[in-house]
């Protein structure tokens, strides 16, 4: 069995943000680089600020706080655990009600059978 992951939306986080906080400067600011961005969302759009750089995206809206890293080499050294640390490092006093860490990734199988016992065991607990 092999692992691929897609992506890791790590660190969702609900609660109460202030969109405009997310800026370059700003992650600058937490010691933040990630190079030259890829793709910015609107300034002048109060309830949705977005940053997509290379391989990590920032999506900050009134109750969600989304850092998405795509590709990642290694699950146990994640560009997005530290970034969310830092980034609330400096503002601890952000009204957090949740934060999680969704995986996502692809199994890959190199013997049928074990693949549709795996399965099976997944769809049926």
């Known amino acids: 069995m092999k692992l691929a992951y897609n992506f890791i939306s790590a660190v969702v986080a609900v609660g109460n943000f202030n969109t405009s906080i997310i800026t370059l400067s700003f992650l600058e600011e937490c010691k933040l680089q990630f190079g030259k961005p890829v793709e ?33 080499e290694k699950i146990d050294s994640l560009l997005v655990v530290d970034a969310f640390q830092e980034i609330f490092g400096l503002l601890p006093y952000t009204p957090l009600k949740a934060v999680g860490i969704n995986i996502n990734c692809d199994i890959f199988f190199h013997d049928g059978a074990k693949a549709k016992r795996w399965i099976s065991s997944a769809s049926d607990p």
């Not at 977005?50 to 998405?68: C, E, P, R, S, W």
């Open 40 to 72: 910015m969302s609107a300034p002048e759009i109060p309830v949705h600020r977005g940053i997509k750089f290379k391989n990590i995206a920032f999506d900050v809206l009134i109750d969600k706080f989304i850092i998405t890293e795509n590709n990642p």
